[in-house]
T-cell receptor
């Protein structure tokens, strides 16, 4: 099993550009989530999904969109990048919910100029 | 919004010393998870505590969940350089979301 994979590993964008961060898992997990990690602030939840076709907002959803068309994939879209979105982004999955062990991907380091 | 406060934010100790990291909230959590994160990697689960007052041991690491399920602590005995990393607590509260603390950056010096 590859676990949780994320691409790209690094990305530099200019303000106003859009892009999609990819996340995939091969563990047949129902629950998937996106976090951003900023210095001194731990991980903050952006969006999450409890299953294919179902998504919901987390603590910091503004400026981001998600979709969950399959169990395996959970892409995160930045609509119009802003410098405040410079961060490290982690995708995670778990068997059935927030109370289960979260398996994290290796992260995407995004810089918005 | 449920908040988790971790302390201390930074901790630098000598190998062989003991340490305790705290995770506190005013909210009740169904369960609390502890993760460790190495530079350039995602967090990895160490333990989950579920019952108020529960104590779990993982070799030299001891985890405790408060009786009221609002706080937790991580105690490391005889720290080793391999314990260096970012320690994160995360609470499973309402709304199917996991709330993370801000983390404790531990450095164990040889």
């Amino acid at each position: 099993n590859a676990g949780v994979t994320q691409t790209p590993k690094f990305q530099v964008l200019k303000t106003g550009q859009s892009m999609t961060l990819q996340c995939a898992q091969d563990m047949n997990h129902e629950y998937m989530s996106w976090y951003r990690q900023d210095p001194g602030m731990g991980l903050r939840l952006i969006h999450y999904s409890v299953g294919a076709g179902i998504t919901d907002q987390g603590e910091v959803p503004n400026g981001y969109n998600v979709s969950r068309s399959t169990t395996e994939d959970f892409p995160l879209r930045l609509l119009s990048a802003a410098p405040s979105q410079t961060s490290v982004y982690f995708c995670a999955s778990s068997y059935s919910g927030a109370g289960n062990e979260q398996f994290f991907g290796p992260g995407t380091r995004l810089t918005v100029l | 919004t449920q908040l988790l406060e971790q302390s201390p934010q930074f901790l630098s100790i000598q190998e062989g010393e003991n340490l305790t990291v705290y995770c506190n909230s005013s909210s009740v959590f169904s369960s609390l998870q502890w993760y460790r994160q190495e530079p350039g990697e995602g967090p990895v689960l160490l333990v989950t505590v579920v019952t108020g007052g529960e104590v779990k041991k993982l070799k030299r690491l001891t985890f405790q969940f408060g009786d009221a399920r609002k706080d937790s602590s991580l105690h490391i005995t005889a720290a080793q350089t391999g314990d260096t990393g970012l320690y994160l607590c995360a609470g499973d509260g309402s709304a199917r979301q996991l709330t993370f603390g801000s983390g404790t950056q531990l450095t164990v010096l040889p």
